[in-house]
């Protein structure tokens, strides 16, 4: 009986650990197909239901509908884009209703669940794209990260970092003598240096 217990509330814990937002969280994650596979194969796919996110390229309102265009990324376990220099494209969200452009902002990242839309050709600057739809039921926009500063700490003494590394005359090795030059005539009437 202990057994089973702490197996269940290890369960709990993983689950609580990996949770989406409500807005994106769904009852089946097994049923999700991926970026990849509609790209691969979009007319087996279309209706089925998806999960993708990215970062907002552009953000189009009409009369009662947004349609934004991602930068795709896969997601964190806990449904948010893991952002790198790496891609598998984009693809469009359709979101009922609209979307403030100033808030959702290019560059920020949103996660969307859905299902999955007939395809749709667009342009990139003069290059012909083939976006993959996905027809939102929910999204969710992530707040902005922190910039991360990467520290370290110096352990070594203090007399070591300021008096080694410190320029002159702080460096109790070294010690500036300077160069004599003594000159004294002989009785030669030559000039004799030491």
């Known amino acids: 009986?202990?057994?089973?217990?702490?197996?269940?509330?290890?369960?709990?814990?993983l689950a609580g650990c990996s949770s989406f937002p409500?807005?994106?969280?769904?009852?089946?994650?097994?049923?999700?197909?991926?970026?990849?596979?509609?790209?691969n194969n979009t007319s087996a796919t279309v209706g089925?239901?998806?999960?993708?996110?990215?970062?907002i390229a552009d953000v189009r309102n009409d009369e009662g509908f947004t349609v934004i265009e991602m930068v795709h990324f896969p997601l964190k376990s806990w449904g948010r884009p893991f952002v790198s220099d790496d891609t598998d494209g984009r693809f469009l969200a359709v979101i009922n209703g609209f979307v403030d452009p100033q808030?959702?902002?290019?560059?920020?990242?949103?996660?969307v669940l859905g299902k999955v839309g007939k395809t749709q050709e667009g342009k990139i600057d003069e290059y012909t794209y083939v976006y993959p739809v996905i027809e939102a039921t929910g999204y969710h926009l992530?707040?902005?990260e922190a910039e991360r500063v990467d520290t370290g700490i110096d352990y070594s003494p203090l007399w070591?970092?300021?008096n080694f590394y410190a320029p002159y005359p702080y460096?109790?090795?070294?010690?500036?003598?300077p160069t004599r030059v003594r000159v004294h005539d002989d009785n030669s009437g030559g000039k004799n240096k030491q």
Not at 24 to 38: F, G, K, P, R, W
Not at 103 to 111: A, I, N
Not at 172 to 177: A, K, L
Request: hydrophobic content about 35%; glycine content about 6%; proline content about 5%.
């Open 1 to 13: 009986m202990l057994r089973i217990a702490s197996l269940t509330l290890g369960a709990l814990l």
């Open 22 to 39: 409500d807005s994106i969280a769904t009852d089946n994650e097994d049923a999700l197909v991926s970026y990849s596979q509609v790209k």
């Open 48 to 55: 089925q239901s998806a999960r993708w996110g990215g970062i």
């Open 103 to 111: 808030v959702y902002k290019q560059g920020r990242s949103l996660t």
């Open 142 to 144: 992530w707040p902005k």
């Open 160 to 162: 070591f970092r300021h």
């Open 171 to 177: 460096r109790p090795y070294y010690y500036p003598y």
